[in-house]
């Protein structure tokens, strides 16, 4: 041990794979993480790639992820999309008459807003996997976050054994090896819980 190194990290078990998202669904008050960002889904229309912070209660400092995708391909598509993110601007707290020109900015003007998630877990039709899903917008709760005690059906195959990912580790798959000889991994954003 050299005690004049600056120290590269310290072991926190809040700090885990796993851990990061909430154990049960509910209604959480968060706050819009400044990791939130603005970038095209994968069929190429812009999305707000959203990272609410859970603000109280037993699963504070978790993560909540939402994509809020606008579509235009229809008139309905392009009237649901501005229902769709005028009701997360509400929700925050937003007088009427505001402006928004484009997703990027959407983005900017929520990052560190505060209001109400309603999660649920949702069966994912890509992969089979159970992920912590936002249902609804709230403004933020008086009486703080919600957990409604429904975790993560058991038959996911993301299980976690007291936080740590351990599916991968009984096939002695290590899903980050690059097993390529060097070629970069190509990982869809659809594969991804968030």
């Known amino acids: 041990m050299n ?8 072991t926190n078990h809040n700090n885990v794979f796993g851990s990061q998202v909430p154990d049960e669904a509910g209604i959480y008050n968060v706050v819009v993480s400044p990791e939130s960002i ?30 809020l995708v606008w579509t235009n391909t229809s008139q309905e598509n392009h009237d649901l999309s501005i229902k769709r993110f005028n009701t997360v601007m ?7 008459g505001i402006d928004i020109h484009t997703i990027p900015e959407f983005v900017q003007k929520m990052l560190r807003q505060r209001l109400a ?11 089979g996997n159970t992920y ?7 403004m933020l709760q008086a009486g703080g976050s919600q957990p409604n005690g429904q975790k993560r059906p058991q038959n996911n195959s993301n299980q976690t054994n007291n936080g740590f ?3 991968n580790q009984a096939n002695n798959k290590q899903p980050f090896n690059n097993n390529n000889n060097g070629a970069p991994i190509d990982i869809d954003n659809d594969q991804l819980p968030f």
Request: glycine share 6%; charged share 20%.
């Open 3 to 10: 005690n004049n190194q600056p120290v590269l990290f310290t």
């Open 38 to 67: 603005a970038k095209n889904s994968n069929n190429g229309n812009p999305m707000a790639s959203m990272d609410y912070v859970v603000m109280d209660g037993t699963q504070k400092g978790k993560h909540i992820y939402d994509r």
């Open 90 to 96: 509400m929700a925050a707290g937003f007088q009427d």
């Open 117 to 127: 998630v309603e999660t649920e877990w949702q069966k994912s039709d890509y992969n």
């Open 132 to 138: 912590l899903v936002v249902t609804h917008y709230r």
């Open 165 to 167: 990912n351990t599916a």
